[in-house]
């Protein structure tokens, strides 16, 4: 975690720039820019060492080297060794152009003074700053007198409290005068995300982002990053930004002033629903209102009314025309229930409903058994289970039934024990080697058993349950993304989403977030995808209809199941001891129909008439 003053920049004007925007483009093209990159990691003494400095203070060299800087790029300097390299810079920045100073480390604020620390400072008491420290407006003052067109200080300082335990209250002191712009990666008195070993801090992950983008002026690079770093953290970090900047503009990558793009699109689309009154809400831009504007492209449109069944349609808008949706009665003549509900003897399970739709299947990125990617338009709605089949449920089947599962008649099944997958012959969903409660996914489980459960649920509630083919579990997992997981490529979230190996696994592959639980997880336990399922990746492998191909080559282009028999059959989805790739969207894998691990449940689908 970084200490409540983590980032701040500092943007000297110590020239008037021109009016002209134009005319302050054309110059930035030809100037003179000039970079002093510091990261200090390796501290002495009580000082933590920094985690993620070196990194994002490379980062940062790399992005100004390709902008055309000319970059001093130093890690872990002492005190002596930081003056020198200033004093450098110093004579590089005279006479005009842009200087960047960006510093990551720690830093230290006393009687109202901000101090960078180098590596070999010795601090025994926090008034040995003055002494030990490099003074902030010392810098500040000679980039001034360079007389340059524009200076640049950025201070990723500090990432931690250095002086928490041993010396006192840490961190640099809140600077906003006159001619500087200041960021902070987070408000006064809160801690902000110093990333993962390996990762740039969260606010420079953004920062870095930003700055790559052509067209945003100094003070635009820094607000859409704050508005990243607040949503990522959802609403936990809050950058502050103070723009003292009296005139002028930078810009980090130049704009393109001589071929302004076309603008996109905007359209006005017209929503009717049956029955009338009915909210709509377009995910991700909020409620519809007439007159919305919505650019080209795939919106996923949730219809809801008292008394009706919730109904998400997808639409592919380019144009400003009408949209008709219609919403099912509750009771009204569904097929499958829409809530899980107990009936004694055997338990109905929970359904969502799936429009037909289109969809690109596979992935040019991933594995060889992803390839060739394909549409797959599946013209017809169906249902499927809201979660994964759970243990209670199973359970009502056995008892019902006596039936004995595959593990159960043969040799066990395939668990995770003392450090390494084997099979136990004692093993089987009642006994999988770790503790489950009944809202736990069954596992253990064969794509057998699992045939000999649908046609039990069936002859209980009168229904046509079945498997999800292969296309249709890619289907409802994308849920209208072509990501690698229906909350984006990004795996910083992972473990709000999924249970996968996390920290908590001896996995070589193991994330390094905490998902709470160390094997399977209750059903429904994390964020639901945007159509309104839960665990469609990780927590315990799906069983699919299809048998198993090595490719895509010929597969079926209509939802179908590949009926071609084969020696395996489909499973889908990760589980709890996989990495986030292996819960990809697109991964496949295969098994033996009488195969059961730990690891390995089902789902069910169903027709929707």
């Known amino acids: 975690m970084k200490f409540w003053i983590s980032v701040m920049v500092l943007c000297l004007a110590t020239a008037n720039l021109q009016a002209d925007e134009r005319k302050i483009i054309r110059q930035m093209k030809s100037e003179k820019r000039v970079a002093l990159v510091i990261g200090n990691k390796a501290y002495l003494g009580d000082l933590p060492p920094l985690r993620n400095t070196v990194r994002d203070a490379k980062s940062i060299r790399d992005i100004l080297k390709k902008r055309g800087f000319e970059v001093i790029y130093k890690t872990d300097v002492t005190k002596k060794s930081m003056k020198n390299h200033l004093k450098s810079f110093y004579r590089k920045i005279r006479g005009g152009g842009v200087g960047v100073f960006y510093f990551s480390g720690h830093g230290i604020e006393l009687n109202g003074q901000n101090y960078l620390i180098p590596t070999n400072a010795d601090l025994e008491d926090k008034s040995d700053a003055e002494y030990e420290a490099v003074a902030l407006n010392q810098i500040t003052s000679k980039m001034q007198k360079a007389k340059n067109r524009l200076n640049i200080v950025i201070l990723d300082a500090c990432r931690s409290n250095p002086f928490e335990k041993s010396i006192g209250s840490g961190g640099l002191a809140k600077v906003e005068p006159i001619g500087l712009f200041v960021s902070y990666s987070t408000s006064a008195g809160k801690t902000a995300s110093d990333g993962r070993r390996g990762e740039n801090g969260l606010f420079t992950k953004y920062l870095i982002k930003y700055m790559k983008q052509s067209g945003l002026n100094l003070s635009d690079v820094f607000k859409k990053a704050r508005e990243d770093v607040y949503d990522i953290s959802e609403g936990k970090q809050f950058p502050a930004i103070y723009d003292q900047t009296i005139r002028?503009?930078?810009?980090?990558?130049?704009?393109?002033?001589?071929?302004?793009?076309?603008?996109?699109?905007?359209?006005?689309?017209?929503?009717?629903?049956?029955?009338?009154?009915?909210?709509?809400?377009?995910?991700?831009?909020?409620?519809?209102?007439?007159?919305?504007?919505?650019?080209?492209?795939?919106?996923?449109?949730?219809?809801?009314?008292?008394?009706?069944?919730?109904?998400?349609?997808?639409?592919?808008?380019?144009?400003?025309?009408?949209?008709?949706?219609?919403?099912?009665?509750?009771?009204?003549?569904?097929?499958?229930?829409?809530?899980?509900?107990?009936?004694?003897?055997?338990?109905?399970?929970?359904?969502?409903?799936?429009?037909?739709?289109?969809?690109?299947?596979?992935?040019?990125?991933?594995?060889?058994?992803?390839?060739?990617?394909?549409?797959?338009?599946?013209?017809?709605?169906?249902?499927?289970?809201?979660?994964?089949?759970?243990?209670?449920?199973?359970?009502?089947?056995?008892?019902?039934?006596?039936?004995?599962?595959?593990?159960?008649?043969?040799?066990?099944?395939?668990?995770?024990?003392?450090?390494?997958?084997?099979?136990?012959?004692?093993?089987?969903?009642?006994?999988?080697?770790?503790?489950?409660?009944?809202?736990?996914?069954?596992?253990?489980?064969?794509?057998?058993?699992?045939?000999?459960?649908?046609?039990?649920?069936?002859?209980?509630?009168?229904?046509?349950?079945?498997?999800?083919?292969?296309?249709?579990?890619?289907?409802?997992?994308?849920?209208?993304?072509?990501?690698?997981?229906?909350?984006?490529?990004?795996?910083?979230?992972?473990?709000?989403?999924?249970?996968?190996?996390?920290?908590?696994?001896?996995?070589?592959?193991?994330?390094?977030?905490?998902?709470?639980?160390?094997?399977?997880?209750?059903?429904?336990?994390?964020?639901?995808?945007?159509?309104?399922?839960?665990?469609?990746?990780?927590?315990?492998?799906?069983?699919?209809?299809?048998?198993?191909?090595?490719?895509?080559?010929?597969?079926?282009?209509?939802?179908?199941?590949?009926?071609?028999?084969?020696?395996?059959?489909?499973?889908?989805?990760?589980?709890?001891?996989?990495?986030?790739?292996?819960?990809?969207?697109?991964?496949?894998?295969?098994?033996?129909?009488?195969?059961?691990?730990?690891?390995?449940?089902?789902?069910?689908?169903?027709?929707?008439?």
Request: hydrophobic content about 25%; some cysteine.
């Open 248 to 609: 002028g503009n930078f810009y980090f990558t130049l704009p393109d002033i001589t071929t302004p793009p076309d603008p996109e699109p905007i359209y006005t689309p017209t929503f009717q629903t049956t029955p009338s009154g009915a909210s709509m809400l377009v995910e991700g831009y909020g409620s519809w209102y007439e007159g919305m504007k919505l650019k080209k492209g795939k919106y996923d449109i949730r219809v809801s009314k008292s008394g009706y069944e919730t109904t998400i349609y997808t639409i592919n808008l380019s144009s400003s025309g009408l949209f008709r949706f219609s919403l099912e009665a509750k009771g009204g003549g569904s097929d499958f229930s829409f809530t899980k509900k107990d009936m004694g003897s055997y338990i109905i399970p929970a359904m969502v409903k799936i429009n037909r739709g289109s969809f690109t299947m596979g992935s040019n990125n991933g594995r060889s058994n992803e390839k060739p990617t394909h549409i797959v338009n599946i013209g017809y709605g169906f249902y499927i289970g809201k979660y994964e089949v759970s243990v209670a449920e199973f359970r009502k089947f056995v008892n019902d039934t006596g039936y004995k599962t595959e593990a159960e008649k043969g040799d066990g099944c395939y668990v995770y024990s003392g450090g390494s997958w084997g099979k136990k012959s004692d093993a089987n969903w009642k006994n999988p080697y770790f503790n489950q409660d009944s809202n736990h996914p069954v596992v253990c489980v064969s794509w057998n058993d699992s045939e000999k459960y649908i046609e039990w649920v069936n002859r209980k509630t009168g229904k046509n349950y079945r498997l999800l083919t292969e296309a249709e579990w890619e289907y409802v997992a994308r849920a209208g993304t072509t990501t690698k997981w229906s909350f984006g490529d990004s795996k910083s979230s992972v473990c709000k989403y999924m249970n996968l190996a996390d920290s908590n696994t001896n996995f070589s592959y193991k994330e390094s977030c905490d998902d709470g639980y160390k094997n399977t997880s209750p059903v429904g336990n994390y964020r639901k995808n945007p159509w309104g399922l839960y665990d469609m990746h990780g927590n315990v492998w799906e069983w699919c209809e299809d048998w198993y191909k090595s490719d895509y080559n010929n597969a079926p282009t209509n939802g179908n199941a590949n009926d071609n028999r084969s020696q395996y059959k489909l499973l889908r989805g990760g589980s709890w001891d996989d990495s986030s790739g292996d819960s990809r969207s697109a991964f496949r894998f295969s098994y033996y129909p009488s195969g059961r691990d730990g690891d390995i449940g089902f789902r069910l689908a169903g027709a929707l008439h």
